[in-house]
């Protein structure tokens, strides 16, 4: 069964510098009935005026990674990283026992609009790792291309979590089908144009709940961005 959240339906946050849609439970957005989903834990739609942007904070045990859509991203961290993540780059940041780090806008004149995903790790502590590499639009065009998972598979990036996210490219008549093991979750998100998961209509800002639902059609696309989450089968309790 599909359980369709619809983008309307996120939190929002505005700032005037930031512009930010909250699909989990985030900061001064709380939601009993959005905490998360198994292991991921925050899709944050994120606009930064040009030059602005998040001052130096911390992290730790989390696995955080940053997905450009338009404009450049600037990272600077504890690890001594300094990097500008461009669309089509995947940059992800396990933070173990713990990392600072700012990110930016990286033009003065365009804004820049990312998606920022937070992932429970299968452990706490560890040393803090930066990963950064580009997938470029035909390693994603009509098809999910697997973009991060907990074994590196296919020039992947490693995650501490028994997780693998693909993105793909759908339009026309491009379509792509995914079969999951027996038993696992799922979580798809659009992030942006329009798709038709199995047979379901998404539109931008759109996410969907799966729980064991072994097969995943994407098609009949209009410039549409998907990310897909293969997720353990694992229940996050309620908020009081």
């Known amino acids: 069964m599909l359980q369709v959240r619809k983008a ?31 292991d991921l834990r925050v899709i944050n739609e994120d606009r930064v005026a040009p030059g602005q942007g998040f001052g130096t904070h911390p992290h730790s045990d989390m696995e955080i990674f940053s997905y450009v859509l338009e404009g450049a991203l600037a990272h600077s961290d504890s690890m001594g990283t300094g990097s500008k993540i461009l669309p089509g780059d995947v940059q992800l940041m396990s ?30 502590g560890g040393k803090p790792v930066y990963q950064q590499q580009h997938f470029s639009e035909a390693d994603k065009r009509g098809r999910l291309r697997l973009i991060i998972s907990p074994d590196g598979q296919d020039g992947s990036l490693r995650i501490q979590q028994d997780t693998r996210i693909y993105a793909g490219l759908f339009d026309g008549d491009e379509s792509a089908t995914l079969t999951l093991d027996k038993d696992r979750h799922a979580y798809v998100h659009v992030a942006r ?42 229940e996050l309790p309620q908020m009081p």
């Not at 998404?202 to 996410?207: I, P, S």
């Open 95 to 124: 933070a173990g026992t713990g990392v600072t780090h700012s990110e930016f806008n990286g033009s003065d004149d365009e804004p820049v609009h990312f998606l920022q995903i937070w992932i429970m790790p299968a452990h706490s």
């Open 8 to 38: 309307a339906d996120r939190g929002v946050a505005e700032h005037g510098w930031l512009s930010s849609r909250h699909t989990f439970s985030f900061a001064g957005y709380r939601d009993p009935h959005q905490v998360g989903f198994s």
């Open 193 to 234: 144009g329009s798709v038709a998961l199995n047979g379901e209509k998404l539109e931008a800002g759109d996410g969907v709940r799966m729980r064991k639902p072994e097969t995943l059609t994407l098609g009949g696309g209009k410039d549409a961005e998907v990310l897909v989450f293969d997720l353990r089968p694992h």
